[in-house]
């Protein structure tokens, strides 16, 4: 096995770029706070009070705990970059209310104790359960490194004793292991912040367990007088029991609950050196990227198993892409990168960051999308799978859902998104990400500070400084983007042979490196355009935008003609422009396209006369994740082209 | 108003030709039994013995009735044109059994008089009663015109009388009409076979009082108990009930549904010359062919709704295009013809007849398809709106259906195919469609004989000959198609100028006809490109391909690459080749086009080079009604072209 890396804490990265630090600081002033006034509002945060009765208003969804403990969680990442005694003080009033909703046994769960107590633990399968636990745990690390305050981590040391109790392979234990996977990879955070292996290994089981026959699942529907057969989903590929984990070798099934497991696997790879779980994770993630990958980095097209379909299968109409599934590729990308420290992993985890979770969230962090289209057309809704019923319906971003997990979801990864930028090892110091700030890591027992000076992503230009507590030999691994042709190099000013010394993605310079060393690193980023897979059937004759890490769409305000009109020929020179007025100032690419002459299509649907007259239109591309940000309109990722 | 005209009744129209007569005959022979059996398994006949009881199996369903009663009109066809002893005797034991099931007060419905008694007449929006009871006034007055036979035609004319005393605008009545139309048009035929004006008052009751503020459907939820607003369709132009007929404009809704109404409407409008209906249905006609029809006369877009969505909204892959909705098509397309011989109308019923509605039946009659999507993928299914679940699944043709609407409609259209091609009126002998046959009908008084000699669809030469009883003056409208340009055609060998004699798609010669005319016409049939509106997104840069009614798809059966990847170049020559072995005897059209060299795409899924390297392909095109008679798999009528 390569050498492992552990990713350099947000709490270690101070960003000063003008990309993500004024995300981290909407998503502080506006995002978390609406998200609080919403857990409020619905009901969410009384829950926990456990004074809901029958007939009452806002009864405790089975999943309402984790919307609130996710909010807790991306809390307590800005509380630990930016202080806030007020907003300290909200969490701890609402963990003291979680904290009373304990039961003697350590149990907790709004749900099943104010709403159906008899049903505790009866339907793994379906009822989330011991995912709401999960983030629970999460909230509980995060808000402990946060604060140093124990409280909630008290509260689930004694309920994760309980459910350690409740759950194994040993005599009198249930076999069991949730439909939706997260407490696998929350545990395994406990046993970080805890250092107590106790939490691993019940990780491990909850993994090794998944998938054995009997079927838990089967066994569980029988106990509560169901038919096995009578499962909704139908197969048990939709929450990855179908097998043993370790004979897993397709991504399917729902996309968010298949991420949090494999980063669970991830996670448990590394720490046990777990070669099985290491290679199913290997297969899988090939598998995914092959052929079941949006260019966005969104993943699962359908909304009938918010999950994966057939290889190639990618709409674009109705791309279901959940923003959570988008996350959950991140964190399972960033995982990836820990065990092998290999570009395929953080190109994806790079494009996911800066398109399809990214456009999760509005740019005033006060919406949010639930799907993530790669194409909008009046009537059309990803998030149903079936016509909106009017032409009047805009898809567009929502300020809540019913089934709220993408709002806190989006907010603690951004919150958190200096955790994504650096790893070190051993020997090594690996920079997988680019964006100006400063960051302090130890490597070999030196402390050594990194200096970004870039407009990443508007511009391939990055300025690297070192300080380095001693003169220290190591090597610095930097990421050279699989998007990235022709990048140049240099070291205090002498040109490096990029191509000599990259592997796997990365540029790796060796030497003893001591304060005052600078690197510069040029990624051009010329506007290029991107073909898919002739399988994807969906994007036949059809060219997408990208420059530097971006992807493009075209939106109908920018432009005269309705967007499906418009034809991209090959010839036609694409022009990145840099306009700070715009959407919280981004590039945008401009080109000249055609489009059709429509006066002889008056009351003429079809017609044996291809008629190519048409006319030019001015073409102006956004970047993917700033679209639905002015008048929500037509949108398209993917653009007929012609001419080649 | 112009001159109106009478369709020459499928009985005086025999066909010899090689497309419809052997349709007919399997029709008659497989189709017709096959759904008797249906009928009898499924316990759709023995509902009629009301002995259904709560917690036997076979609950009779609100529709069943209908699917019974749309056999027994397919079968009286059939026993119109080719007497069967045997089949009459089962049709009389049915109706026997249906007889028998008619209540004192003349009520007769299987599941409102077994299953919900206390029903009755209580929820017309939804539960279809008036609809089975119009299904069973056709079928009524089919048999009786078949075999002379009253029985069924008397039970209706009580049940009919019932329907009159419950719903009217007189004191004590109800103001009700059905959710879904089908008894207007009935009605109207009631009346044709009984001479009895109620039968047409009681249909122009049903038409008016649609729509009219406050809304029945609203009074009669109130009046269950339920909110209006809860109507789980959402919006009345679901059921064209969101306004009073006269002032619809757009086509909407559930297609069928609407199909019926407007069917209906110009009935009315034939028979009592009301311009405001007539106006209605031409309004809604223009919307519909401007932008709400698939090129195969497909309607209805959406599962979702059954039915129309918004303009140039055309998916392929999930078309629903509903077999009902092209029958229905062809249905108001023949009504309108009636009451205007303008070729607009002829040419959306000869395309939904050889194309949307055929291919709604295998060739071996035994198979049936509800949706009629234009593109096929492994994992879709047009039926649900939503991913099947496995790239397994693949979409075809059903030997049955719970909801069986499709069935026996297909059954009785191919039955009375005949009804389609002939029209008089005072002065005008009209032929709107080609096929070899006899056909006797009355011209002025006169006995005419027309013959036809020709090879079409699979031919555009057609011979006429007629028999005059006497020489008599009148006109001969012959169809000049849409598809067609450069018709040539001459009387008694001497050629006529066509365009000097055509007027909306008719070539119309008037002379004093005598026995031994004959008149020849030549319809060009090369193979057209043809090409959809820009707006229909979906078609952009794709072409299809037609020759003379017939459209085109491509099978994966016929090509060595997955038929996604082809793509037509716009200089490749198409060859139509008659081969009597495929299909039943099909003319295909041969090609050669390219798709791309895949080396280059193993393990990418996106690249920014394009790849020009491609390789040819034999592209064999097959017609529309015909496909998935062989292994079901991929099929495509629109095909990316490229090069122009």
């Known amino acids: 096995m390569s050498e492992l890396y552990k990713a350099v804490s947000f709490t270690d990265v101070n960003l000063e770029d003008t990309f993500w630090m004024p995300r981290m600081e909407t998503n502080r002033l506006r995002t978390i706070p609406i998200e609080y006034i919403q857990c409020k509002d619905t009901g969410r945060l009384d829950a926990f009070k456990l004074k809901w009765k029958p007939e009452m208003p806002n009864e405790p969804h089975i999943f309402w705990d984790s919307d609130v403990t996710k ?28 904290a009373s909703a304990q039961q003697k046994d350590g149990y907790l769960n709004t749900h099943f104790t104010a709403v159906e107590p008899d049903k505790r633990w ?33 509260v689930m040391e004694r309920y994760t004793d309980h459910i350690i109790s409740v759950f194994g392979i040993e005599d009198g234990k249930k076999r069991g292991y949730c439909g939706h996977e997260e407490i696998e990879l929350a545990l395994v955070k406990m046993y970080h912040t805890t250092g107590d292996k106790k939490y691993l290994k019940q990780a491990q089981y909850f993994v090794d367990e ?9 066994i569980e529907a029988i106990a509560r007088g169901e038919k096995p ?13 179908d097998k043993p984990v370790r004979e897993h070798d397709k991504i399917a099934g729902h996309a968010v609950r298949a991420m949090y497991l494999y980063s669970a696997m991830a996670d448990l790879a590394r720490e046990t050196n777990d070669i099985g779980l290491r290679k199913a994770c290997d297969r899988i993630w090939d598998d995914m990227t092959n052929g079941k990958i949006y260019i966005t980095g969104g993943i699962g097209p359908s909304a009938a198993n918010e999950g994966f379909t057939t290889p190639y299968d990618l709409p674009n109409e109705t791309a279901y892409a959940e923003t959570c599934a988008a996350i959950g590729l991140v964190f399972w990308a960033h995982r990836m990168l820990q065990l092998e420290c290999d570009g395929k992993y953080a190109d994806e985890m790079e494009c996911a960051l800066y398109n399809g979770a990214l456009s999760g969230v509005s740019l005033d962090g006060e919406k949010f999308f639930y799907a993530n289209p790669l194409a909008a057309h009046p009537g059309i809704n990803p998030n ?28 603690r990864l951004i919150a958190s998104i200096g955790n994504y930028i650096y790893s070190v090892s051993d020997n090594t110091l690996a920079i997988h990400l680019y964006s100006a700030g400063t960051a302090k890591m130890q490597v070999k027992n030196t402390g050594v500070t990194v200096r970004q000076l870039t407009n990443y992503p508007w511009d391939g230009q990055i300025a690297m400084m070192l300080e380095v507590a001693h003169p220290t030999e190591f090597a610095i691994k930097m990421r050279i983007p699989g998007w990235c042709g022709g990048a140049v190099a240099s070291i205090n000013g002498q040109e490096i042979n990029v ?8 540029l790796t310079i060796t030497r003893e490196w001591q304060t005052g060393d600078h690197i510069t690193l040029v990624l051009p980023m010329p506007v290029e355009r991107v073909y898919s897979h ?44 840099y306009n ?35 006319n030019k239109v001015k073409l102006t591309a956004i970047p993917y994740y700033a679209w639905c940000n002015r008048t929500p309109g037509a949108m398209r990722v993917w653009i007929p082209e012609t001419g080649g």
């Open 71 to 98: 909010w807790i969680e991306a809390a307590a990442y800005t509380l630990a970059t930016t202080p806030d005694t007020e907003l300290e003080k909200l969490l701890d009033e609402v963990i003291e209310d979680i």
């Open 499 to 506: 191509a000599e010394h990259t592997e796997r993605g990365y």
């Open 580 to 614: 700070s007025e715009l959407l919280g100032g981004v590039v945008v690419i401009k080109g000249e396209a055609i489009t059709p002459e429509m006066s002889a299509w008056k009351d003429v649907l079809y017609r044996t006369n291809r008629l190519n007259a048409e």
């Open 229 to 241: 057969e009578d499962y909704w989903a139908k197969k048990y590929d939709y929450c990855q029991a």
């Open 210 to 218: 998944r998938g054995n026959s009997p079927l838990y699942f089967d």
């Open 384 to 411: 149903s799978n079936s016509w909106a019923g009017s032409s009047d319906y805009t898809y567009q971003r929502s300020e809540w859902f019913g089934c709220a997990c993408c709002p806190p979801n989006i907010a």
């Open 534 to 577: 002739p399988d994807v059937r969906q994007n036949n004759g059809c060219v997408a935008l990208q420059r530097g890490p971006i992807v493009y769409c075209i939106e109908q305000e920018d432009h005269e003609v309705p967007i499906h009109r418009i034809i991209l020929p090959t010839q036609a020179e694409l022009q990145p422009e």
């Open 122 to 154: 009866t339907n793994l399968r379906d009822l989330h359960e011991l995912y709401c636990a999960g983030h629970m745990m999460e909230a509980a690390t995060a808000y402990y490194q946060a604060s140093g305050k124990r409280l909630l981590l008290d």
